[in-house]
C-alpha cells in the first residue's frame, strides 16, 4: 500500500476544470454537473436536492457498512477587486509551483484530489468492501441554510448514516499536513439596540446618549472571561463585529446604538447560559435595550478515533509531517454532517491565501493531497 501522489497530472486538470466555472455562492455554475459526469460511469447513484438556488448532490456507490464519504462545496466567495489580482480569478494559473484563482485552497482542489483519488482507488479495487459517498453543496460559503443540512435532513429522514466522512476544507496553518480539524466551536450571534433620548448636542443634560451609556457595560463584557476550554477546544471568546449610532449630523445626540456582536463558544458554555451572563451584565448597568440572537452553529467534535488515526498515518507516510488535532477556526459543514455521522475529519491544503486576493494553492500539495486520501479509503475500507 502507497501514499504516494495519485495521477499527478489529472489532479491540476481537475482543479483547473472546477476554477473555471464562476460558482460565487450560492450559484454551483455546473461544476456539479461536470462532478456528477464522471461519478456516474464509477458506479455511483445521483440523487439531487436543489433548494432556493442552491444545488446539492448526494452520490453513493454501494450499500454495506462501512460508510466512507467526502463532503465539501462548490460554491466560493466574491473576488473582491479583479484589478488587484495578478491573475484573472476565474482564469486557473499555474505559475511559481502554485495554481492560483477563486477556490483553489478552498475548496475546488480538495474536491480534485477526492476524485483522482477516487478514481485511482475504484481502478485498482472495483470490487471494494464498504460503500463510498459524496455529499457536495453551493451553500457553506452563503447562509448554509439550503445546503449541506438540507441532504442531512434527508438521510436522517431515511435512517442513512454515515460511518467515516472527510470534508476537505483548508485546515493547515503554516505547512501542508500540519493541522487536522476534528470538531469546530459554535457560533452564536447577538444584535443590541441600547436606546437612549436624542437631543440636541450643547444640551446633553436634556437627552440621554446611548453610546456613553453602554460603554461601561461593553468594555466589561470585552473583558470578560467566559470560560477556560478544555482540553480539546480553547476558551469561548467574544467579539463586536458592527457598531453604528447616530445620525450623521455633528450636532445630535443620537438616540439609539446598535452593537452586533458573536460568541464562538466551546462545548463547556452553552447558548443558554452565554445569553445569560451577557443579559446580567446589561441589566446591572442599568440600560434599556432589545437584544436579539441567532444560533448560528452548535459545537462538534470527534474524539480520536480510526479516522482521525488513519488520516494522521496517510499524512505521516506521505509529507513527513505529524499533524496536530486542532477545534479552532470558523464553523464548517462539519457541523451538520456530524448530525448523521459517527466520526467526521476535516483535512485540507493550506489556508494561508483563503478567501484573499490571490488565492493559490501548491501543486504539489494537491497531488500530495490526492494521494493522501486514496491511502486513507484504502485503510477505511481495509484494502490489503
Known sequence: MSASASSPARVIDYARELIARRSLTPEDAGCQEWLAARLAPLGFHLEWVRCNGVTNLWARRGTNPPLVCFAGHTDVVPTGPIERWSYDPFTPTLSDDCLYGRGAADMKGSIAAFLAAVEDFLAARPDHPGSLAWLITSDEEGPAVDGTVRVVERLRARGETIDYCIVGEPTCAQRFG?????????????????????????????????????????????????????????????????????????NVIPGELDVVFNFRFCPVSTPQSLQQRLSAVLDRHGLKYTLDWELGAKPYYTPRGRLVEVLSEAIRTTTGVVPELSTTGGTSDGRFIAEVAREVVEFGPVNRTIHKIDECVGVQELQQLAGIYRFTLERLLDVR
Not at 189 to 194: A, E, K, Q, W
Not at 222 to 242: E, L, V
Request: proline residues 7%; positive net charge.
Open 178 to 250: 500540519d493541522t487536522l480539524k476534528n470538531g469546530r466551536r459554535g457560533s452564536l450571534t447577538g444584535r443590541l439596540r441600547v436606546h437612549g433620548v436624542q437631543g440636541h448636542i450643547a444640551y446633553p443634560q436634556l437627552a440621554q446618549n446611548p453610546i456613553h451609556l453602554a460603554a461601561p457595560a461593553l468594555a466589561e463584557l470585552a473583558a470578560m472571561q467566559w470560560d477556560t476550554g478544555s482540553a480539546d477546544f480553547p476558551p469561548t471568546t467574544w467579539q463586536i463585529s458592527n457598531i453604528h449610532a447616530g445620525t450623521g449630523a455633528n
